[in-house]
Nanobody, 120 residues
Framework: QVQLVESGGDLVQAGGSLRLSCAASGSISRINAMDWYRQAPGKERDLVARIWTEGSTNYADSVKGRFTISRDNAKNTVYLQMNSLKPEDTAVYYC??????????????WGQGTQVTVSS
């Protein structure tokens, strides 16, 4: 059974740093795009960062220069390094991956979410 397990969420003071991890397990042939999303209370879930198979990245304007997404293909893991955290970064963070299972079937999988709280 395929699953994504996240870790790293915590309570941190403004200006601090956190590193989130998301590891995929199961019978996976390969992983294409890997994303981090976040959802604050009462708001929609928004894309924070994306990393493609070859390593190119995209970021939301609100996190550019502060967050860095990276991946370890050997470990089926995506990371989000978050620096200079602000109270407005407070949200539940979710990872999402495009997993190729079997011969050539791609599916979108989500992690369970991890809470990041930034105090002022």
């Amino acid at each position: 059974q395929v699953q994504l397990v996240e870790s790293g969420g915590d309570l941190v003071q403004a200006g601090g740093s956190l590193r989130l991890s998301c590891a995929a397990s199961g019978s996976i042939s390969r992983i294409n795009a890997m994303d981090w999303y976040r959802q604050a209370p009462g708001k929609e879930r928004d894309l924070v960062a994306r990393i493609w198979t070859e390593g190119s990245t995209n970021y939301a304007d609100s996190v550019k220069g502060r967050f860095t997404i990276s991946r370890d293909n050997a470990k089926n893991t995506v990371y989000l390094q978050m620096n200079s955290l602000k109270p407005e970064d407070t949200a539940v963070y979710y990872c999402r991956m495009d997993l190729v299972l079997g011969a050539n079937y791609q599916y979108s999988y989500w992690g369970q979410g991890t809470q990041v709280t930034v105090s002022s």
